[in-house]
């Protein structure tokens, strides 16, 4: 690994602040998409977008999983190095889990989902998706929205979107998702009600 | 119009300014320094490092000085400084029985191997001003034993303990926890209990400690040991791997020998109150040794009926820098809040007497 | 200005653990997410929830506005301001509508808020059940529970007591149908704008460390009965200075003989009613 390859952000506070507010926008508006494009190089292939959540939201104090197609040698020596985070090989210890289309359905069924009293204890997903813009039509709505809001995503198959309507049966409890792109990033969180075109 | 309109920003400015003359008082008169606080006023540096949980004599002393000897508020900015501090790690556990002892004194025992060791106390002085006390500056220096570094000084309770006449030292299982690090919630271990309490505020502690002896939450207490001196602080740093001594600091100790009356699965022996501080606050220490023995009602299956033995009331209002702000902050405006309150009021008040006119009717 | 700060005060581990916190809070509206508030240089009560969360938010490009009562030029909206000016060198307004990040306590400005801002509360009891129930370990098994019967009881016991419902401020409120929330010490008039604000609405008390948030266009109800439905306070004449109606007013008194006049708690409201500017 290159030492470019190592470097984050170029001014750790207020890039990362900037990194927050759009994810912080992310989650408050479900299903819109922000840009996110860090100023630094990641290990492929770990999207930019991706990666700059972790460095903005992972330390010691929260476990991470990656999956398999995630977890090359140059991405976990880049997210140790970056963020302190410990790499965990569980899902259920996890605060984070880095996946991508493959692993999403295995990870979100596994994640911590919290409990009755601290529904805050639950993880949080970023899958990394190949687009936010093409496939099958989504209809959200929920706080956040006004109204509706249309969502799209290529990769992810229906019995993962059985399980994210089994997750926002389960509110308060739950786990809530950042989709990731080359460029961008979306959320959505467990209050939020989808609607699947040719489904109830 | 009035200054909470208009004019805040200047009048803040020059309130500022004003508490800064204030605080130096006659210019003719040199300021005090810090070393004289360090080395005068030893025990107020002590007990801004308790509750403020930073061992530094010289920031101590500088917040003493700022806050014009008010130590809740010398407490408080040595508290808001700790939060730009960074974090390096976690020091091993001190040992305290093998602390370089200045004063031990055990109430339970009238010797014991290491011997009663009065050191710098006001116990047994009366009470009497001394004017003019400056001048005694140039008395000879008290003469000493010498240091006797390889004196045992086995720790009261582990003594008693052998005959197992009293409930071993709890072992924590796990890494002890942090509420500097985590929201504290309920039930608290012991272990946050304890780090709670010595954050603490003295006066609150002492109060429930006091209410305990007289019988809000009774239990016996015997001052099974209190010591005080000097104890080597070890850290491992995560590249080397091995412990390294990196100082030391003064504490004191207390432990507190209680009665208990046994269970069906434990014959009767007595339990344990632990008390912890920087420095040496003797009082502080005491107090939270009374009050962390009360605290383990629920866990020795005592009756709870007292303050002191409920965890969420103790430790909700323990800590004097939360307190103080939200005492104190009764003095920011609240006029929209009591203009809704005024509005309200006059209309129940106004409906009222329409109802008591009616009835007249 | 170097400060020998890091920007916004606050370590980056502890913006990370509070931006953590937020987001949760954000998912969950109207939970409170417990976060290891740190002690600030202003004093627990006086805003530390709110200023931990606007560092935590703040980025170099923010407008900062800080009410206190309604007024940009209250003591501790002063001392809030002057701090991130002098922590984060962020701009600050006393405009509402040029505020991205507006931090306050006890108010909701008057004009509508908008998509691109956010409200930063300062709360100083964020439980709506304390005051029925002291015990932190009790009120979490009642919103686990969701079980509210308490503060029914409570409002309807003022109802059977007085004829109205006597709580004047921090009037509770339900979010997005599930939690019972405390929407700060605003009076009860603020508490429609809390209801499909565009704006997202964040919560922070320091002391009591915890978080919470109202994402935009969500449902906001105040608590009520069918046959004592929820009211809001409203005065017999308009404000002294503006003569704006439907503002919330502060009552302000002139002399020892009863003379008063009331005038609008929103300053900037007020300011640009006078001068003929669109207030909206």
Request: charged share 25%; glycine share 8%; aromatic share 8%.
């Amino acid at each position: 690994m290159t030492i470019e390859a190592m470097t984050g952000f170029a001014d750790q506070a207020r890039d990362s602040a900037r990194a927050f507010r759009r994810m912080l926008d992310a989650m408050a508006r479900p299903g819109r998409i922000l840009s996110l494009e860090p100023d630094f190089d990641v290990p492929a292939p770990l999207l930019p977008a991706a990666a700059a959540i972790c460095l903005t939201l992972c330390d010691y104090d929260t476990p991470l999983w990656l999956d398999a197609s995630l977890s090359e040698p140059a991405i976990l020596d880049f997210l140790r190095f970056q963020t302190g985070a410990p790499i965990t090989a569980d899902i259920a210890p996890a605060r984070f889990l880095l996946c991508t289309p493959g692993s999403a359905l295995q990870a979100l069924a596994g994640a911590h989902r919290g409990d009755a009293e601290y529904p805050d204890a639950s993880a949080t997903l970023i899958i990394q998706v190949p687009s936010l813009s093409a496939g099958g039509r989504l209809i959200l709505e929920g706080p956040g929205i006004d109204g509706e809001q249309d969502f799209r995503t290529l990769g992810l198959d229906a019995a993962f979107w059985d399980t994210m309507q089994d997750n926002h049966q389960l509110f308060p409890l739950g786990c809530d998702v950042f989709f990731a792109s080359a460029s961008g990033i979306s959320a959505l969180p467990r209050s939020t009600h989808i609607k699947r075109e040719g489904h109830a | 119009m009035y200054v909470a309109v208009k004019g805040g920003e200047k009048a803040i400015d020059a309130a500022h300014r004003l508490l800064k003359e204030e605080r130096r008082g006659d210019p003719a008169i040199p300021e005090i320094t810090v070393e004289q606080i360090g080395g005068q006023l030893s025990l107020a540096v002590d007990r801004v490092m308790t509750e403020g949980s930073l061992y530094d004599r010289e920031l101590a002393a500088i917040a003493i000085r700022q806050a014009r000897g008010d130590l809740i508020e010398a407490i408080f900015l040595i508290r808001a400084s700790r939060t730009t501090l960074p974090r390096f790690g976690y020091s091993t556990p001190i040992e305290t029985s093998e602390m370089l002892v200045r004063r031990r004194i055990s109430a339970a025992f009238k010797d014991m191997p290491g011997g009663q060791i009065l050191g710098p106390t006001f116990d047994y002085t009366h009470r009497l001003l001394e004017f003019g006390a400056e001048t005694q500056a140039a008395e000879a220096p008290v003469a000493m034993a010498p240091a006797d570094i390889d004196r045992a000084m086995p720790r009261v309770l582990d003594l008693i303990g052998a005959e197992g006449l009293i409930e071993p030292a709890s072992a924590q299982p796990s890494e002890p926890q942090d509420l500097t690090r985590e929201p504290l919630s309920f039930p608290a271990g012991r272990d946050l209990r304890l780090q709670s309490l010595v954050r603490g505020d003295e006066g609150f502690l002492l109060a429930l400690g006091y209410s305990t002896q007289r019988g809000y939450g009774r239990s016996h207490p015997f001052a099974g040991e209190i010591r005080y001196g000097e104890v080597s602080v070890s850290f491992v740093p995560e590249e080397l791997g091995f412990e390294i001594e990196i100082g030391s600091i003064d504490i004191t100790e207390c432990e507190m020998i209680n009665q208990f009356k046994g269970s069906a699965e434990v014959p009767p022996q007595f339990t344990r109150g632990y008390g912890l501080s920087f420095g040496q606050c003797e009082r502080k220490a005491m107090s939270m040794a009374l009050v962390d023995r009360a605290l383990r009602a629920a866990e020795l299956d005592e009756e709870q009926t007292a303050p002191a033995q409920d965890e969420e009331f103790v430790l909700s209002h323990a800590d004097n820098v939360q307190a103080t702000g939200f005492v104190e902050h009764l003095k920011l405006p609240h006029y929209v809040d009591f203009q809704a309150e005024l509005e309200l009021l006059r209309r129940l008040r106004r409906e009222a007497q329409g109802l008591h006119q009616e009835a007249a009717e | 200005m170097t400060t020998g700060y890091n920007f916004a005060y606050l370590n980056e581990q502890t913006k990370r653990m509070i931006r953590r916190a937020l987001l949760k809070a954000v998912a969950i509206p109207g939970y409170q997410v417990p976060f290891a508030s740190r002690e600030m240089p202003m004093p627990y009560g006086w805003g530390t929830g709110g200023v931990q969360v606007t560092a935590s938010i703040l980025t170099p490009e923010d407008t900062l506005k800080v009410i206190d009562q309604g007024a940009d030029d209250t003591t501790n909206a002063v001392s809030i301001r002057k701090f991130f000016k002098r922590t984060a060198e962020v701009a600050t307004t006393e405009e509402t509508a040029k505020a991205s990040i507006i931090q306050t306590r006890h108010r909701i400005p008057e004009a509508p808020l908008r998509e691109d801002q956010i409200l930063v509360f300062q709360v100083p009891i964020p439980e709506p059940l304390r005051f029925l129930e002291p015990r932190e370990t009790e009120t979490r098994k009642m919103h686990a529970l969701e079980e509210y019967g308490i503060m029914h009881v409570k409002l309807y016991e003022d109802i059977a007591r007085h004829g109205h419902i006597a709580t004047s401020y921090a009037y509770p409120a339900k979010v997005n149908g599930r939690y019972v929330f405390d929407p700060s010490p605003i009076p009860k008039f603020d508490n429609p704008k809390l209801d499909s604000c565009a704006a997202l609405q964040l919560f922070g008390a320091g002391r009591e460390k915890r978080i919470y948030a109202v994402p935009p266009y969500t449902q906001v109800k105040s608590l009520d009965f069918e046959d004592h439905p929820f009211t809001i306070q409203k005065w017999d004449e308009p404000c002294a200075l503006c003569g704006a109606r439907g503002t919330y007013l502060d009552e302000i008194i002139l002399d020892d003989r009863g003379k008063r006049m009331f005038v609008c708690s929103d300053t900037d409201h007020c300011r640009k009613a006078r001068s003929g500017e669109e207030a909206a």
